[in-house]
């Protein structure tokens, strides 16, 4: 397995995993690489440094990693929730509502719904503010 670093044509950073470099190559090619903020299929590779295993074991990486990953989670976590008990759930009609609030014909007020990434690309060229929500990480308590 091999991670990437990548970025959108709209400067959305983010980080995926292939199989190999190759296989990176033929999903880019075909139009399989997208990103998961906006929906763009325009994605290039960014500079990375190696991971290169070194002769010392460190006692503190894993535990920062560790501690790193719990934070992001619980904060993925807060931001959904917030979101599910404050903004109104629209369902597979958000790309539509979330147009007539932007252009007046609907009452002003926070949604949260589905939206393909065709119909999240024709939201922002169009001006209508929109992001992707956090997808509800696992439970810790069932973590393994």
Known sequence: M??????????????????????????????????????????????????????????????????????MMHAAREVRAHVETNFDYVGDTFAREARDIHEGRSEKREIYGEATGAEVRALKEDGVPCAALPAAPPDPSKLN
Not at 3 to 19: I, K, M, S, T
Not at 55 to 61: D, G
């Open 2 to 71: 091999i991670r990437y670093a990548l970025n959108c044509d709209r400067d959305h950073l983010f980080e995926a995993w292939f199989g190999s470099s190759s296989d990176y190559d033929d999903q880019a090619g075909r139009g399989l690489v997208e990103c998961p903020f906006c929906g763009s299929r325009t994605v290039a590779k960014q500079i990375m440094a190696p991971a290169v295993a070194g002769t010392r074991k460190s006692a503190t990486a894993p535990d920062a990693a560790a501690q790193m990953q719990a934070m």
